[in-house]
């Protein structure tokens, strides 16, 4: 049964990759990922065990549910389904016309979801605790997939080769299929933290005897090592956490750098800010930095906060269009239950500031990215970018500056499986750069793996290398 559904899997992997809040006008628009909560609520049904053996019918109705939300709810389905995304989903309607598991037919349905190529529709994580997992700590790098840090017979900075038989550029083109996402820079990221589960390894095809061989190059030499599945409960969690929202100053170097990990808007945030202005201006720093590496968005707020302090009287936002439907009525966000609205832009706004104007900054402003930097994070720096307000120094993020979001939540009628599709489509402030799938630096600086292994912070050292060859 098991080599049945797998063989399906490889079938299906050939057909896909062979095609591979009402609208406020004027006012600054958040990006709220949190409206799945809002509206009418209906009490969840269970979600079925990863093991279970769904039947024809059960599948072919979870599938019709999820095709019918996609089409009816998402901005990019608006005029039809692309001649690519109709393949995907014949595809899966073929391939779920035998019995599979739950955990092989969930990969079904997130190939269809990730054919919207949208980070913020996707296919929530199945809630089977009893998922195990390899104790290989991973990241995807630019330039490859590495051991992290030493754990067991692995050392930091293996290179690794192939995993249960299959090459790098394999696995990575097999996972981006059932990865959302606008760019290959979040799926790489994703997939590091992903394919030591054991549902994706199942997906890959690469679990033999309760185990998976992995292949690494360690200097000169290449190592076979076979690594066993491991309860959840063994896995080791990274415990060093920084405080979501920080600063540093650097009064030598005449350099604030302000961190910002996710964009939630308090009172701690508010006063974080107006205190690194504080010291920004008391000290008389001349450079500052935000650093939106780690952070994988919330609300737009912490923007327009953010820009109170810099001495700047107008700027271009995002501009929003949403697509209303019967099923976002039914959950009490919008009155309408069709059509479509396209908001203004460019959509200039009236810089507030503050009312302390001895805090204002008149210096340099850069931004720091990742492949991390996502959603809300991604609009930080592409505020910046777009206005001319500053440098961004990094990696290209994980989002398109234009792109989808504010996505409610649905659940599929036999499985319980849930997905979030997007209802708003956001344009950023330069049009002429619309179509870029990323928000690529000024400064392109990449992570290696010496860099992790010696403990170094490429880009804030570019950073730092920069100014002082600016106060030469």
């Known amino acids: ?171 990575f ?53 076979t690594t066993p599945l491991k309860p959840k409960a063994e896995r080791k969690f990274d415990d060093s956490k920084r405080p979501w929202v920080g600063y540093e100053i650097d009064k030598e170097l005449s350099l604030g750098v302000f961190h910002l990990d996710k964009c939630k808007y308090n009172e701690t945030y508010r006063k974080k800010v107006e205190s690194f202005f504080k010291e920004v201006s008391e000290l008389n720093i001349r450079n500052i930095a935000i650093d939106v590496r780690r952070n994988g968005g919330g609300t737009s707020q912490v923007i327009v906060e953010f820009l109170r302090y810099l001495d700047i009287g107008k700027y271009k936002w995002f501009g929003m269009d949403v697509r209303f439907s019967k099923a976002i009525k039914e959950m009490g966000v919008f009155r309408r239950s069709r059509g479509y609205k396209s908001g203004k832009r460019p959509n200039i706004q009236r810089n507030q500031k503050t009312n302390a104007s001895h805090l204002l900054f008149h210096g340099s402003v850069y931004v720091l990215t990742s492949p991390k930097t996502f959603s809300t994070g991604n609009w930080f720096a592409v505020v910046v970018r777009d206005n001319n307000l500053g440098t961004v120094i990094g990696e290209p993020t994980g989002n398109a500056p234009s792109s989808y979001g504010d996505s409610p939540s649905f659940q599929m009628p036999k499985t319980g499986f849930q997905f979030t599709v997007s209802i708003k489509k956001w344009t950023r402030p330069d049009k002429n750069s619309d179509l870029e799938d990323s928000l690529y630096p000024d400064v392109l600086v990449y992570t290696t793996i010496e860099d992790i292994k010696q403990g170094r912070d490429p880009q804030l050292e570019k950073l730092k290398e920069m100014i002082r060859n600016m106060e030469k």
């Open 173 to 225: 083109q097999e996972l981006r299929q059932v990865i959302p996402a606008e760019n290959d820079h979040f799926r790489r990221q994703t997939a590091g933290q992903s394919i030591n589960r054991e549902e994706y390894l199942d997906y890959l095809d690469v679990v033999h005897n309760d185990g998976v061989e992995i292949r690494v190059q360690r200097g000169k030499d290449e190592l076979s090592i």
């Open 1 to 171: 049964m098991l080599l049945d559904c797998f063989s399906r899997k490889s079938q299906f992997h050939r057909a896909t990759y062979l095609l591979c809040a009402v609208l406020l006008a004027g006012c600054v628009a958040t990006n709220q990922p949190g409206i799945k909560d809002q509206g009418k609520k209906t009490a969840p049904i269970p979600q079925v065990a990863a093991s279970t053996v769904l039947s024809v019918e059960d599948m072919q109705q979870d599938l019709a549910y999820t095709v019918r939300i996609l089409k009816e709810v998402h901005p990019k389905t608006y005029h039809g389904l692309s001649d690519e995304q109709q393949v995907i989903i014949q595809s899966a309607y073929e391939t779920a016309r035998t019995p599979m598991t739950a955990k092989e037919f969930y990969f079904v349905l997130n190939s269809v979801i990730c054919s919207m190529n949208d980070g913020h529709t996707h296919l929530l994580s199945m809630q089977n605790e009893q998922n195990r997992f390899i104790d290989v700590p991973l990241i995807w790098l630019h330039d490859g997939l590495y051991v992290s840090s030493d754990r067991g017979p692995f050392r930091q900075a293996d290179r690794i080769v192939d995993i249960g038989g299959k090459g790098v550029e394999t696995l």
